[in-house]
C-alpha cells in the first residue's frame, strides 16, 4: 500500500467517524432545551442533565478530534506559517507534530482515559460473570479482600476502654451483618439476626 492509499483511507476513517460523532450536537441540543425548559418555566431542575451534557459533549470533542485534524480545521499561526513553500511547511508541521503532538496524544493523563475506561468495562463484564454465577448458584462470588470500614470499626472497638465484650461483640456482628447484605454476598435473615442479638 503506497503512502498516498495510506492517508486516504486512515482520512475517510477520521472524517466518517468524525461525521457520525457530529449528531452528538442534535441529542446535546435537545438535552440542553429539556434542562432550560425544566429549569426556568417548570421550576424543577435536574441534577443528572448536567452530567449528562459533559458526557455528551465529551464524546463529541474527543471522537471528533481527528475529523477536526483531516480536515485541517484546528487552530494555527498563519501568520507564519502562509509565508512559507509547501515543503516549509511540511517541515514546520513535522517538527510541530514530533515535539506537542505526539507526546500530547501519548501524556500520561491522555493514556489514562482510555485504560481507565478498558478496565472499567473488564470489571463490568466480570461483575456481569458474577451476576450469572448467582443466578445460577444461588449465591454470590467471593470478591477480593482489602481493607474495609469493617476493619477499623473493629479495630476502634478493640482499643476502647468504654465498650464491654458483649456489646463488642454485638456491634461487630450487626456491622459484619450490613456489611455483607450492602455487598449482595447473602441476604441477612431478620429471624437469623434477631437469635443472634440478646
Known amino acids: 500500500m503506497n503512502a498516498q492509499r495510506l492517508i486516504r483511507a486512515i482520512d475517510l476513517a477520521s472524517y466518517w467517524s ?3 460523532f457530529a449528531w452528538l450536537i442534535m441529542a446535546l441540543t ?3 432545551s429539556i434542562e432550560v425548559f425544566k429549569r426556568y418555566i417548570l421550576n424543577a431542575p435536574t441534577a443528572w442533565i448536567f452530567d449528562f451534557n459533559s458526557m455528551l459533549y465529551g464524546t463529541l ?3 471528533c478530534g481527528a475529523y477536526t485534524l483531516a480536515a485541517a480545521g484546528h487552530v494555527r499561526a498563519d501568520f507564519v506559517y502562509i509565508y512559507l513553500k509547501p515543503r516549509g511547511q511540511a517541515a514546520l508541521d513535522l517538527i510541530l507534530y514530533l515535539l506537542f503532538f505526539i507526546p500530547g496524544i501519548l501524556y500520561h493523563f491522555k493514556t489514562v482515559i482510555p485504560l481507565a475506561g478498558a478496565l472499567v468495562m473488564f470489571q463490568g463484564l466480570a461483575e456481569i ?5 448467582c443466578l445460577r ?5 467471593s470478591r477480593l479482600e482489602d481493607v474495609e470500614e469493617i476493619d477499623v470499626i473493629e479495630t476502634q472497638l478493640g482499643r476502647s476502654e468504654f465498650v ?3 456489646s463488642r461483640r454485638a456491634a461487630m456482628e450487626g456491622a459484619h451483618a450490613i456489611d455483607e447484605a450492602a455487598r449482595h454476598r447473602t441476604v441477612v435473615d431478620e429471624t437469623e439476626r434477631q437469635s443472634r442479638t440478646p
Not at 460473570?129 to 454465577?133: A, G, H
Open 164 to 166: 464491654d465484650e458483649e
Open 137 to 141: 448458584t444461588g449465591a454470590w462470588p
Open 30 to 32: 435537545f438535552v440542553v
Open 61 to 63: 470533542f474527543m471522537m
Open 18 to 20: 468524525g461525521k457520525a
Open 129 to 133: 460473570v458474577r451476576c450469572v454465577v
